[in-house]
């Protein structure tokens, strides 16, 4: 009997050891690696791994992540573990399959839709429906971490809507994936900070309507992301890629997805502009 109950209690332990562990392992993955520095170094200024070939992050194997531009400032994003994110989300753009997480950057009709499938399990949004209430996205699915740093956008009159726009971070196979959304205003110094490294960004070129050229080149310059992928409106690109000198290439891709890991990041900065963008 009383081995009877010995063995009851190490399973016991044994299985909480478990329950534990898998927490652990939860909440391990839900740290942000992406902004990890930041927080250590408040006033750093991130850069790519410009110039030499990436290091693959300790635990991290040679995965890939699909990206798709399916028009306007939608993406299609499918991780390795076969978690796929359909970005600035609205209806007027359909992924090629229904995604399993939608972002919507801001209230605005062509960027957000109030009717999305039923079968999306995860709509996450980039404001706040409170008001005074700043939106916080923190959130794991499957192998990919997604979290949000708010900016303010312009409303009536040219008055700012404090936190009305979120800079969606996608953290997967080593890779850290920002989506800028409608971005308004220049970043501030704690803006970069709370971003923290990005390798590869999505950025609305469209002459104004978010900013103009010189103010989103400034941007992109500062993040000095290794992949930059054009979104939004075609007609102005000419004029943002003309803020680029030599430290930037530029692709004018042949097809709208291109598939990415840690160790086939460009080496120098690079601009790729999908078909649809073009």
Not at 190 to 202: F, N, S, V
Not at 235 to 247: C, E, H, I, N, T
Request: hydrophobic share 40%; with cysteine; aromatic share 8%.
């Amino acid at each position: 009997m009383r081995l009877h109950f010995l063995l009851l209690a190490m399973t016991c332990l044994l299985s909480l050891s478990a329950a534990n562990v898998a927490v652990a392992q939860e909440q391990r993955r839900a740290v942000s690696q992406c902004q990890a520095v930041a927080e250590a170094i408040p006033k750093a200024t991130f850069i790519s791994f410009a110039g030499s070939t990436p290091p693959t992050p300790a635990g991290i194997t040679e995965e890939t992540v699909k990206i798709t531009y399916v028009g306007h400032s939608t993406f299609l994003i499918e991780t390795p573990g076969g978690i796929s994110i359909a970005t600035d989300y609205s209806g007027w753009y359909t992924p090629p399959r229904l995604p399993t997480v939608v972002t919507m950057n801001r209230a605005h009709s062509s960027h957000y839709t109030l009717t999305p499938d039923p079968g999306i399990r995860y709509v996450l949004h980039g404001w706040s429906d409170v008001p005074g209430e700043k939106p916080k996205i923190d959130l794991t699915v499957g192998d990919t971490y997604i979290r949000n740093v708010t900016t303010d956008i312009r409303g009536s009159y040219g008055t700012a809507q404090p936190d009305a726009n979120s800079i969606f971070i996608f953290e997967v196979a080593g890779l850290c994936i920002g989506h800028l959304g409608h971005l308004h205003y220049e970043l501030t110094e704690a803006h970069y900070t709370e971003i923290g490294r990005l390798d590869i960004i999505m950025v609305p070129v469209d002459g104004g309507l978010t900013m103009g050229e010189d103010s989103m080149s400034r941007v992109v310059k500062r993040l000095r992301s290794s992949l930059i992928l054009p979104m939004h409106q075609p007609r102005p690109l000419k004029s943002f890629l003309a803020m680029f000198g030599p430290d930037f290439d530029i692709t004018y891709a042949p097809t709208n997805t291109i598939t990415v890991s840690m160790r086939t990041l460009p080496k120098k900065p690079l601009i790729y502009v999908a078909q649809g963008m073009q």
